[in-house]
């Protein structure tokens, strides 16, 4: 009797064991999708379809798109463990592209106290070199066929990730910085003859710099020898002042630039040195900021995690949603056609809004 009654026991004792192991890897696989079942759906602007390019990208960071079509995509990786990883996909192929059975770029720290993850993404319109820049650093390089790190510009008080650079159709790089009186006390030396004037004007505000790497000049240029194209003296007044720190800049036309501040605020500074507002956006926490321009000369904004939106300012300022409820949209980039490339970094996907 004892015996008939101790094999059911057993029975059922193997039987919760294998219940727990099942129970145990659906909830490890529900973990895993966790962020995936997280978020609805996004909500996109209407006649906008939304495809996935690619996924399996670990943390996607920032895009941008070479003169032959490529996706250059700069990712912070699975483990955090190297300054940046780098992927060169083909969005013409088919789709969606897995990520993880594609070559890429290990870009690994620094030797000695220098840590810095690589945060920031531009390639050279003409030879496809990539520029990396410094997330919460103050360097900027160039990384070419050779696949090694050159710097080309140092001396930034301090370097966003994002659109924090932007480079335009002829090579040059519009660099973000910002003065302040921190920073002038963090300062070894007095102003250079090119800055002393900020001094002693008394300016604390943006910075934006222009830097052709391919003038000639030995490199890295050291920003602080520089004379920004923003502010110029003399000093100009502009609407609204005092000016919020710009986060964003992309290139547009001949030479203008299209400027985000901190709070939302939308500028283009022209080729003569004058700031003009254009729009704000919705207001919000911007974070890891992107911008892109569209081919009918439309800005595009990926807002980053906290706001989770894509803002379309039309070349009249007219601001509309594009897609909300992203998986914390940062990069962006806008090919020839119009699409629009998005990584979503909560979700390690690419995704292409047509």
């Known amino acids: 009797m ?27 696989v529900g973990a895993a999708l966790a962020p995936h079942r997280g978020l609805a759906e996004p909500r996109l602007a209407e006649g906008t379809r939304i495809e996935v390019v690619a996924t399996d990208v670990p943390r996607p960071a920032q895009l941008a798109l070479t003169a032959s079509g490529r996706l250059v995509v700069l990712s912070h990786g699975w483990r955090g463990d190297a300054a940046a990883e780098i992927f060169w996909l083909d969005p013409a192929a088919g789709v969606p592209i ?5 070559p890429r770029v290990v870009i690994p720290f620094a030797e000695g106290p220098r840590k810095n993850a690589l945060g920031s993404l531009a390639v050279h319109p003409k030879t496809d070199d990539l520029f990396l820049g410094e997330e919460n650093g103050n360097r900027i390089y160039r990384f070419g066929a050779d696949k090694r790190l050159v710097p080309v510009v140092v001396g930034l008080n301090h370097l966003l990730g994002g659109s924090s650079f932007a480079i335009d159709a002829f090579g040059r790089l519009a660099v973000l910085d910002y003065a302040s009186f921190e920073s002038q006390l963090r300062s070894e030396a007095p102003p250079p003859p090119s800055l002393a004037w900020l001094a002693t004007e008394d300016y604390q505000g943006p ?43 992309v ?52 807002a980053g995690f906290h706001i ?47």
């Open 2 to 28: 004892m015996s008939g009654c101790a094999q059911p026991s057993i029975r059922s004792f193997i039987v919760s064991r294998l219940s727990w192991a099942v129970l145990a890897a659906t909830l490890a």
């Open 98 to 102: 897995n990520a993880a059975l594609v």
């Open 207 to 249: 910075l934006v710099f222009r830097v052709d790497p391919d003038a000639g000049i030995p490199l890295p240029r050291r920003l602080e020898l520089v004379p920004p194209i923003f502010p110029r003296p003399p000093m100009r007044k502009v609407v609204g002042e005092p000016l919020n720190k710009f986060i964003a800049v």
């Open 251 to 302: 290139a547009r036309g001949a030479g203008e630039l299209t400027l985000l501040t901190s709070i939302g605020e939308v500028f283009v500074l022209s080729t003569d040195g004058l700031l003009r507002r254009v729009t704000r956006l919705p207001s919000g926490h911007f974070n890891r900021t992107s911008m892109a321009v569209a081919p009918d000369g439309s800005v595009y904004v990926s």
């Open 308 to 354: 989770r939106e894509v803002y379309r300012v039309s070349p009249a300022g007219a601001v509309t949603s594009v897609a909300s409820g992203l998986g914390d949209p940062q990069g962006i980039a806008v090919d020839p056609s119009g699409a629009l490339y998005i990584a979503e970094t909560a979700l390690h996907r690419i995704i292409r809004l047509k």
